[in-house]
């Protein structure tokens, strides 16, 4: 594809990049880019689909990018079919996978009928859960709108659905053949949102590569502004990290369990605010947390850890914790799914690019350094 230019900014978008993703043999596509959804049924058909396709959505979304979407895919001969899910966590329930598998059933979909994922991880881990299950598993492809879909939740087969107000309980593992990160789609969600998911950007960084790590220390600022090279660069470059991981371990035994860095501080994060530090926000201060620990140790440098709140103050994402109550913490660190007999495997970096997991680590040991 030709470098294509911006209309809206006069910038230079640049060509759309591919990264093959391979997990036991099966290799899949993860393209980057721009305008990608207007070009979204001619991907599909190189897949050998066609026909009927179920897409899956919110309301919102639907509104903005369904109509070009429905254009191309029935100009390459699909019979797309909307299904709309509400926004938020409550959608990864089975009670919606239950609405999906009836609208897959009404549809008349067989084993060959693909469903589409339009949206962010909400979407993917309830459409993925849903494609994996129906008739033993049909087509899917995913075509993430949030940053954080973009670089993390649409590689790597995780698919889940939450159980009595605990998060993803329920899931498998289910690849798709497809990912399709169109760029533009991140120009509607909202300044926070792009913030978040820059937390993951940084984790990158932080476990698998010291060059990415510097990139968006220089960057940050036209990385927020969302300027397209800086920004499909850094996409690209993060799901050739997450492609890369998954292949070595796809089922989270061993190199997998790095993705995890900041992970146990931030989901307990997460509960005790009531959720009101985003996903993002928690990892920030949860990396942190496993920085200082790591310096404690005499694992990690105190310099380096200091360059890790530097870059993440300059992406506006918090450093420290909120007050919260002691008892509470423990509580929710406990639930963590990786704990095992009380004692959690914590993820810490020797040097800004490597980090390495350390099991049995307490969760008192934690909270000690929270409350330092
Ligand atoms: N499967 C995995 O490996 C994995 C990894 C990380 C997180 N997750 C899951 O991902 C979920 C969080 O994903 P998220 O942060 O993308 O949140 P989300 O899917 O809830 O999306 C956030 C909000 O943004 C809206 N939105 C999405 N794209 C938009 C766009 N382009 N324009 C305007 N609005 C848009 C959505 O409608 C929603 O209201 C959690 O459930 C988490 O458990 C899964």
């Known amino acids: 594809m030709s470098p294509d230019p911006c209309p809206a900014s006069g910038l230079i978008r640049p060509p759309a990049q591919r990264v ?23 991907f599909c058909q190189e897949l050998g689909w066609r026909g009927r396709c179920l897409v899956v959505t919110h309301p919102c979304l639907s509104h903005l990018y369904w109509p070009g979407l429905e254009q191309n895919l029935c100009r390459h001969d699909f019979s797309p079919q909307l299904v709309l899910v509400d926004e938020g966590e409550e959608s990864k329930s089975l009670t919606t996978a239950g609405f999906l598998y009836e609208a897959l059933y009404r549809t008349g979909a ?7 994922a339009l949206g962010g991880g909400v979407i993917g881990d309830l459409a993925g859960f849903v494609a994996a299950t129906y008739q033993r598993g049909v087509p899917l492809a995913h075509f993430p709108t949030t940053l954080l879909a973009q670089v993390d939740s649409s590689i790597g087969g995780k698919t889940a659905l939450n159980y009595h107000h605990l998060k993803n309980q329920i899931g498998l593992y289910y690849q798709p053949s497809l990912v399709l990160s169109d760029l533009g789609t991140l120009s509607s969600i909202t300044a926070r949102q792009i913030q978040s998911g820059m937390a993951e950007v940084v984790k990158y960084g932080m476990i698998a590569s010291s060059d990415l790590f510097a990139y968006v220390e220089s960057r940050a600022q036209l990385l927020l502004a969302l300027q397209p090279e800086v920004l499909q660069h850094v996409v690209a470059t993060c799901a050739c990290i997450k492609a890369e991981i998954v292949a070595a371990d796809e089922r989270d035994k061993g190199q997998r369990r790095l993705l995890n860095f900041g992970h146990t501080v931030a989901h307990a994060a997460e509960a005790v605010s009531n959720f009101s530090l985003t996903h993002g926000e928690a990892v920030a201060i949860g990396m942190v947390v496993a920085a200082r620990l790591a310096c404690r140790l005499g694992m990690f440098s105190q310099e380096e850890a200091s360059r890790l709140v530097v870059v993440l103050e300059k992406l506006g994402l918090p450093t420290v914790l909120p007050p919260f109550p002691a008892g509470e913490f423990m509580a929710a660190m406990q639930h963590d799914k990786k704990a095992r007999n009380g ?18 680590v307490s969760p008192e040991t934690i909270l000690q350094e929270i409350s330092r």
């Open 343 to 360: 004692k959690l495997s914590f993820v810490l970096p020797r040097r800004i690019g490597e980090a390495v997991v350390i099991s049995e």
């Open 110 to 116: 067989d084993r060959h009928t693909p469903i589409l």
């Open 20 to 42: 093959a993703a391979e997990v036991n043999g099966r290799y899949y596509d993860i393209c980057i880019g721009y305008d990608l959804l207007a070009t979204a049924g001619l």
